[in-house]
């Protein structure tokens, strides 16, 4: 959408229409670019395929290691699709048009945010069944290593979110983004695998899905501020 | 009372104030420090008894545990300056965050190396992916992030204030990661000084332990405000100022 367009359908519109639109907008935007789409998704293939290439095609060792694997796949998957989320509209200048709108911009972050998840996170979820189990995790772990999916790749949207608005400005921010976004993602990582494992070795896993589930809801309420703080920062 | 000290603090948030008054202060804390590591260093190499169960090697641990401690206790100060700079956009405690946190990096891999130097005659290997050692491991990269960040964007005024944003969600994330962490693995042992009921700690190991982690602090605070004088008058070079003090000598951009 061209910019000037984007302010005029924001200043007219309530907050409701506005984020909508926003929603909307980028859902479409990734709909007509579906090969940038399928990009993340082929990556997160491809990481889980080298690790039995690597190590071994043994499926004991496998089945033991398969959440860790999966999980930082899908780490690294989240990662590189994070750059998109504020790119293009940094460089067609919708961004500062969204700062100047009078609705607030944690709220339009957030649903910019939702858009990358529903866009990355969700394929990754449809995804992870299968590898799960070309990785010989047991049918009643897949579970497990989706609901623990389900309440991570939320979290890594959303603790993304702000790494890649201090960044958008920078014109290589790719390599720094990953620094600085990694040890955010750790605690992420170590529930969501260990759930996964916990599940497989028939222990319970109510604890770890709690702990994601509260650091969800703690980044849904925080993240959306950071982030538009640091967006504000990086227009300047 | 509180009006002066108010009125203090404000002049002191003027960069050329602060130049004034940081010059005397970092050496006095120098000193302090200097003062304080000697009968720290002669404690804790000599006049200390070997830990019954760690013989000689729990030596290290004098310069082991006021790294650690101040590792985190550096990323604080940084997040408490970070506040002030973004709240009441003082330019001089951006200048301090700026200035910490390559000192605070440097207590970090100090804790590690010594951490892992403690940990081959102890544990019998040279790293292992224990729970503190792990979170003490990101807050290197939480540091070092907050370096790249810095370096990587070049207007100055930006770069302090989304340096500021990343310090304080690093701060936010500390407790979760170190508690993540904490659950994964666990071999350290437990902390042995801060139970004050009945300390598990011997006095003449904890004195030199103190005399040391206070000695730390102090070199900090003097190489804090060491730092962050050069980073003023960088920041500040094409100012009346400066310039008169360099005696008229115009800044080379």
């Given at each position: 959408m061209h910019p000037a367009t984007a302010t005029r359908a924001m200043s007219g519109v309530s907050l409701s229409g506005a984020l909508w639109s926003i929603l909307k907008r980028d859902l479409l935007v990734a709909y007509r670019h579906r090969s940038q789409l399928a990009n993340p998704l082929l990556f997160f293939t491809m990481v889980v395929t080298l690790f039995p290439l690597g190590l071994s095609p043994d499926p004991q060792l496998l089945s033991t290691i398969a959440p860790g694997i999966v999980w930082v796949a899908a780490l690294l998957a989240a990662m590189l699709s994070l750059e998109g989320m504020f790119r293009s509209d940094f460089e067609d200048g919708t961004l500062e048009q969204m700062l100047l709108s009078p609705h607030p911009l944690s709220l339009l972050v957030l649903t910019k945010i939702t858009a990358h998840w529903l866009i990355s996170g969700v394929p990754l979820l449809l995804m992870a069944p299968l590898l799960g189990g070309l990785l010989n995790i047991r049918p009643e772990s897949i579970g497990i290593l989706l609901a623990t999916l389900a309440l991570g790749t939320p979290l890594l949207s959303l603790i993304g979110a702000i790494a890649v608005a201090l960044t958008v400005?920078?014109?290589?921010g790719g390599v720094l983004l990953s620094l600085l976004v990694l040890p955010l993602y750790i605690p992420v990582l170590i529930f969501g695998a260990g759930a996964v494992s916990n599940a497989a070795a028939g222990m319970d896993v109510t604890g770890q899905l709690a702990v994601l589930g509260a650091l969800l809801a703690f980044a849904f309420g925080t993240a959306p501020f950071a982030a538009a703080a640091a967006l504000r920062i990086s227009l300047n | 009372m509180l009006d002066t000290m108010w009125n203090w603090l404000h002049k002191l948030a003027s960069p050329p104030m602060f130049y004034r008054f940081a010059g005397p202060a970092a050496n006095g804390f120098g000193w302090l420090s200097l003062a304080l590591l000697l009968p720290g260093i002669f404690l804790s190499l000599a006049g200390s008894p070997p830990d019954y169960?760690?013989?000689?090697?729990?030596?290290?641990m004098y310069v082991h545990v006021p790294a650690a401690w101040l590792s985190m206790f550096v990323y604080m100060s940084m997040a408490g300056a970070a506040v002030v700079g973004l709240v009441w956009r003082i330019k001089v405690s951006h200048a301090f965050v700026r200035a910490s946190a390559p000192i605070g990096a440097a207590f970090t891999f100090l804790a590690l190396v010594t951490g892992s130097l403690w940990g081959k005659p102890m544990w019998g290997t040279w790293w292992i992916w224990d729970a503190r050692l792990t979170s003490e491991l990101i807050l290197l990269f939480l540091y070092l992030g907050f370096v790249a960040l810095q370096s990587a964007i070049e207007d100055r005024d930006t770069a302090d204030r989304a340096g500021a944003i990343l310090v304080l969600v690093g701060v936010v994330n500390i407790p979760i990661i170190h508690y993540s962490v904490e659950w994964w693995n666990t071999l350290h042992q437990g902390a042995?000084?801060?139970?004050?009921?009945?300390?598990?700690?011997d006095w003449r190991m904890l004195l030199p332990l103190l005399l040391m982690a206070m000695s730390f602090t102090f070199y900090y605070a003097s190489a804090a405000l060491r730092r962050t004088r050069c980073e003023i008058l960088e920041r500040e070079r094409n100012s009346e100022w400066v310039r008169e003090l360099t005696g008229g000598i115009d800044a080379v951009q």
């Open positions: 400005g920078l014109r290589r | 169960q760690q013989g000689e090697s729990v030596r290290i042995t000084v801060t139970k004050f009921d009945k300390p598990s700690i």
